[in-house]
């Protein structure tokens, strides 16, 4: 059978799948599931003929631009080299035309009628900011021309007139930054009246394109941030500012780097583009069919094995993808059928398919491009980014296979059939310990090989490098080349068995050097993000151009040429769905930028920490909270980037001011996680969680209830960023290698632990005390420090006139809390805790200079009277005229751990409870099963 046989049979199969698996509740075909991921992630316009080619043209062009800015061929060619500015510039050129092009506006009576009401606000802001020498009426003709065009309307199968119009001058607008940089960049401050013109026309379009593409919310949200900064003296006098005129308001959102060509943007140009174009390349070249099956082969058998599978099949299809839905409607057409049929409701079918899809966008590396845009607002690296975002997910994915084990024990499900049978217990561990050996001992020869190639070969290291991935390319290949070609079986037709792992996993083993690119890069290179995915990006065109003629030459089927045909087709239609994924990512960060830069303009971040704190009355836990709704309100209507990047911009800050003022010492990566992990909770959550209505259309269930039994899936999702901001061990902060897998061991206990409370089941349907102590036991083995705080303080409190002697009596290395009162930003009085590390030094004196501290007494005051510059304290956030409150010093206590003690006493009672409870024969069936 050829390949485009196969892709056809695929196809085929698929739509059976959704149009027979999911009957019963209206499910809908595979067109209309393909119609609603378009609609979301890609755009539903697609009109044949010379316009339907000219959008994909444009698509093409886009990645081959993206992939130019991001080689090193500029340089090396000394050709085409764009600074990041003009790249922004044309990136967002790119998205603003997509958009109109590829995006119909929507006919809603509430989309109308927020269409219509946005531009007139717009018109009338601008209005009354202008200057009197302004021509307003280009500003009235901008607002007119996007009011005429949403009334005229927006058809699905042709581009009318002023569709192409608006797209022109959008992508103009865009471009006008590119084409007059240099002019621009001579008169920054003063802007001239073109320079504002432009401006009024982009932000115009640019929230139009936001509303086609995202949905109204991210259009509303910047529509009101750019009322504040025009109205500003008018607001309540807490958040009251000075106004800004049309002139600062034009030169600070669209001349300057602070609002829409601003970080965010800037992320979406230089990283976020290639990684997603990477995923839609490695989908492309088959290896998202290829993860479904090999979790399908290991996990199967198990009670609810479907389930299990589409939980680990996401989690591998969101190292690729940065999309929920499309995550839920490409797996779940498969696993959500299989779910239904060995006994789960279509709602929780379609739950389980919501909660490990949504999931994927915490997974490193990719994290749906929230880990790039950390980089650049938490000024750390990348590795380290990933390093503390990865715990947190494993645990989280763990959990949900977990819970979808409880909820097979709670319906008496088995898993599917399978076609032979394993080896005994003994073998099978055996076998295992051989592989993780083989694989370690693989590990090192690659690491210590390619250490040694380096410095052996120079400038030619490369291609050595990219020849030692070709010979195991083509040895891979080989291997795949002796196994039967994936095709996903209908998950309809009658269940017989479930495919081999071994041959399974060896068919497409070459999926994962790509990947191996990447990682390498990344993390042992440490190359930047944007040349990481260029080089993993390039060796994957190199394997979707050969892996199909090799494919055909290994198992000497003949036809080459159509083979390389057929590869190439792959490789432009991979481009174009990158370029097309990106379009809704661009717009997002665009717009997000808008919001950004009115923060930054107005200082509308204190006024806002002033009524977070009024509200919270500067309890963090209350705060916390507060952030945790605003994210899922926001979210409800927000992509996840563009969340993030909002709320973020509003209350990281104000989290991390209010915990010191609260005596809580939070790293600003665990506020942002925390932040992030709530904007995807927000995919789920009822009644807008698009995700949950995505997995009903394939399922046939009620979309409201899935989203809600979804919600409770979630539960761990949404408790993890709660605990890791009290408990930074579990961001491997400061956390070597040896306790780094003592928390992951505990942490994934307590995670279970959890996630059996929530559903009311551990070994056997739990009592509301057992679900109550469950979660005591889980909280503590997550805080071990809660209570063994009350029992040994772990500080001892001093005057602040101790503070030398405190100095002396600690160890180099510990952390001094100080708590000081001082003066912040805009010089209202406030008190909060920093974190001193205590340097080396003889005395408590010599202690305190390397500090870089001078003190004052003032009576029975002891004030900062200087801070070095550069110095420990300064980093510390200590500055002159302060004054030391009082000193908190670490005392010496037993661990904090031995609090595990009572909570693993507890839980061996629980146990043994549960146990008397358990049948026999279930207890046997339990033990074999588990």
């Known amino acids: 059978m050829s390949d485009k046989n196969r892709d056809e049979e695929r196809r085929q199969q698929q739509a059976s799948a959704v149009e027979m698996g999911a009957a019963g509740r209206g499910a809908l075909s595979q067109e209309e599931l ?37 080689s090193p061929l500029p340089f090396m060619l000394n050709f085409g080299i764009i600074s990041a ?29 927020l269409g219509l009401l946005v531009p007139v606000v717009l018109s009338g802001l601008f ?31 042709w581009v009318p007139p002023w569709e192409w119009a608006l797209a022109l001058v959008g992508a103009g607008a865009a471009l006008y930054v590119f084409i007059y940089s240099d002019q621009l960049g001579r008169r920054v401050g003063a802007p001239i009246q073109t320079d504002v013109l432009a401006a009024v026309i982009g932000i115009m379009l640019l929230l139009e394109a936001a ?15 750019l009322l504040y900064t025009f109205l500003g003296p008018h607001m309540p006098s807490i958040i009251s500012h000075r106004g800004n005129s049309l002139a600062e308001v034009a030169n600070h959102q669209w001349v300057t780097t602070e609002g829409v060509f601003g970080i965010a943007l800037g992320v979406s140009t230089s990283f976020v583009f290639l990684f997603v174009l990477f995923g839609a390349l490695l989908d492309k070249a088959g290896a998202g069919n290829y993860f479904i099956q090999v979790a399908f082969s290991l996990m199967g058998h198990l009670r609810g094995g479907p389930a299990k599978a589409a939980v680990v099949s996401s989690g591998m299809t969101g190292l690729i993808s940065g999309s929920s839905i499309a995550n839920v409607v490409t797996t779940g057409t498969f696993t959500i059928p299989l779910m239904k049929r060995v006994g789960f409701s279509a709602e929780k079918a379609g739950a389980v398919e919501v909660a490990s899809s949504v999931n994927g966008q915490i997974m490193p590396p990719v994290m749906g491009a929230a880990a790039f845009l950390m980089v650049e607002y938490v000024g750390i690296p990348y590795f380290d980014v990933v390093r503390h975002a990865f715990l947190p997910a494993t645990i989280s994915y763990i959990a949900l296979v977990y819970i979808v084990h409880l909820e097979a024990l709670k319906a008496g499900m088995k898993g599917l059939p399978r076609a032979y049978e394993p080896p005994p217990i003994l073998r099978r561990l055996l076998t295992a310990a051989f592989i993780i050996a083989g694989i370690c001992a693989l590990s090192l020869v690659v690491y210590y090989t390619m250490g040694w190639i380096r410095p052996a070969f120079g400038d030619s290291a490369p291609y050595v490098v990219f020849a030692l991935l070709t010979g195991a390319y083509v040895f891979l290949m080989w291997i795949a080349s002796r196994e039967a070609p994936l095709l996903m079986d209908d998950p309809n037709a009658p269940v017989t068995t479930l495919p081999l792992p071994g041959p399974t996993v060896r068919s497409g083993l070459h999926y ?27 060796y994957m065109i190199f394997i979707l151009l050969t892996q199909r003629p090799l494919m055909a030459l290994l198992r000497r089927e003949g036809g080459a040429l159509p083979a390389i045909r057929t590869g190439i087709n792959d490789l432009v239609d991979g481009l174009i769905s990158g370029a097309r994924n990106m379009i809704g990512i661009g717009i997002a960060t665009a717009t997000a930028g808008i919001i950004v830069g009115v923060v930054s303009q107005t200082g509308v971040g204190a006024a806002l920490a002033d009524v977070v704190e009024l509200l919270s009355g500067g309890n963090l836990m209350l705060i916390l909270l507060l952030t945790a709704v605003l994210s899922l309100i926001l979210g409800m209507g927000l992509p996840t980037t563009a969340n993030y990047i909002v709320v973020s911009a509003l209350l990281a800050p104000v989290i991390v001011t209010l915990g010191q003022q609260n005596g809580l010492i939070v790293p600003l990566i665990a506020v942002h996680l925390f932040v992030f992990y709530f904007g995807i909770m927000a995919d789920v959550t009822p009644p807008v969680g698009l995700a949950s209505f995505a997995a009903a259309a394939v399922s046939g269930g009620d979309p409201i209830r899935t989203g809600v039994v979804a919600f409770f899936y979630s539960l761990r999702t949404a408790a993890l960023p709660f605990l890791f901001i009290f408990n930074t061990d579990l961001l491997l902060i400061d956390v070597g290698w040896a306790m780094g897998i003592f928390v992951f061991v505990t942490a994934t206990i307590a995670m279970l632990l959890f996630a059996a409370a929530t559903q009311g089941w551990f070994l056997v349907r739990s009592r509301i005390w057992e679900s109550a102590l469950l979660l005591l036991i889980a909280f503590t083995i997550f805080r071990p420090g809660f209570f063994w705080g009350y029992i040994y303080p772990p500080f001892e409190e001093r005057p602040g006139s101790e503070i030398v002697e405190a100095l002396e009596n600690s160890e180099p290395g510990d952390g001094l809390r100080l708590r000081i009162a001082g003066l912040n930003d805009i010089g209202s009085p406030i008190e909060f805790v920093a974190l001193l590390p205590v340097p080396q030094g003889e005395t408590g004196e010599e202690r305190l200079e390397a500090a870089g501290i001078e003190l004052l007494q003032d009576g029975e005051r002891t004030v900062i009277d200087n801070v070095a510059f550069g110095s420990p304290a300064q980093t510390a956030g200590l500055d002159w005229d302060q004054e030391v409150l009082s000193v908190q010093a670490p005392t010496l206590t037993p661990s904090r751990y031995w609090a595990y003690v009572p909570a693993f006493l507890l839980l061996g009672l629980l146990v043994w409870g549960q146990m008397r409870r358990l049948p026999t024969d279930a207890r046997r069936s339990e033990t074999r099963h588990a």
Not at 45 to 53: E, S, W, Y
Not at 211 to 225: D, E, K, Q
């Open 211 to 225: 509303r086609r593409s995202l949905g109204p919310a991210l259009m509303i949200v910047a529509t009101v941030f």
């Open 127 to 157: 209005i009354y900011g202008a200057p009197a020498n302004f021509p307003i009426w280009w500003i009235v003709v901008t607002g007119a021309a996007v009011i005429a065009a949403i009334l005229l309307g927006s058809p699905k199968s």
């Open 512 to 538: 994962i050097l790509p990947v191996v690119v990447l990682v390498w890069a990344l993390m042992v290179d440490r190359l930047s993000p944007g040349l990481s995915a260029f080089w993993a990006t390039a």
């Open 85 to 113: 500015t003009d790249a922004r510039s044309v990136h967002l050129a790119f998205a603003m035309f997509l958009a109109f092009m590829a995006y119909p506006a929507e006919r809603s009576p509430i989309q109308l009628g």
């Open 34 to 70: 393909d119609e609603l991921v378009s609609s979301s992630d890609t755009g539903a316009r697609t009109p044949p003929g010379l316009v339907g080619k000219l959008i994909l043209t444009v698509a093409l062009c886009w990645s081959l631009f993206q992939l130019w800015i991001a």
